[in-house]
């Protein structure tokens, strides 16, 4: 049994679906947005606006437009593409301020024991990408554990025969790390120290 009305009980529920809300936030929270009602409906509306965000048909980066800003940017170098397996890696990458190409999101790492082979992610994307491009390098960031660098030995595969230089980030980043987790120093090192493949 509740003691909370059941619109109350109902928002604790939703709050707690979200990563790292507890039953106690859940609870917490939602008796803020009680007290505080102006917070509480621009909260609503950033939640409804948010929906409209959708992926960059080129790099499947989190975008309001077609084209992300980085896509969308001149100034950026056309020749350089870094793959990563997530949109918050880029994020992490960009935070280094060392890398000034563009990225290309994967959705994700091979994982044959959770179903995900290659077709589930945007690989066939990235080659059809690279046809018509002046792509002369791409650099693989996939995560340092044994999905991303089953990944990374995939693609490298799949892009040697173009005549594409292949790089891999150097393992400066712990082994089963994530790359979200790492922090700029060590990802700008892990960058600037890429091998070939
Ligand atoms: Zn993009």
């Known amino acids: 049994m509740s003691v909370y009305p059941k619109q109350l009980e109902n928002l604790i529920n939703e709050l707690q679906k979200f990563p790292s809300i507890g039953a106690k936030t859940a609870q917490r929270l939602a008796l803020h947005v009680l007290d505080h009602p102006e917070e509480a ?19 499947f980066n989190i975008s309001g437009e077609e084209l992300c800003d980085i896509c969308a940017d001149p100034g950026r170098s056309q020749e350089t593409v870094c793959v990563v397996e997530q949109a918050k890696d880029i994020m992490a990458i960009e935070r280094t ?24 992610l945007k690989i066939a994307e990235l080659l059809e990408r690279l046809k018509d491009a002046p792509i002369k390098e791409v650099i693989i960031a ?9 990944t990374a030995m995939y693609l490298s595969k799949l892009l040697k025969p173009l005549g594409i230089r292949t790089t891999r980030i150097a393992s400066g980043i712990p082994v089963g790390g994530d790359l979200e987790y790492a922090d700029e120093m060590t990802l700008g090192k892990a960058l600037e120290g890429r091998r070939d493949l």
């Open 41 to 59: 409906r621009s909260l609503a509306g950033a939640l409804v606006g948010v929906r409209q965000v959708k992926l960059c048909q080129r790099c």
């Open 97 to 120: 301020g060392q890398y000034h190409g563009l990225y290309h999101v994967l959705g994700g790492a091979i994982a044959p024991m959770d179903g995900v082979g290659p077709e589930k």
């Open 142 to 150: 996939t995560n340092p554990n044994m999905e991303g660098e089953a």
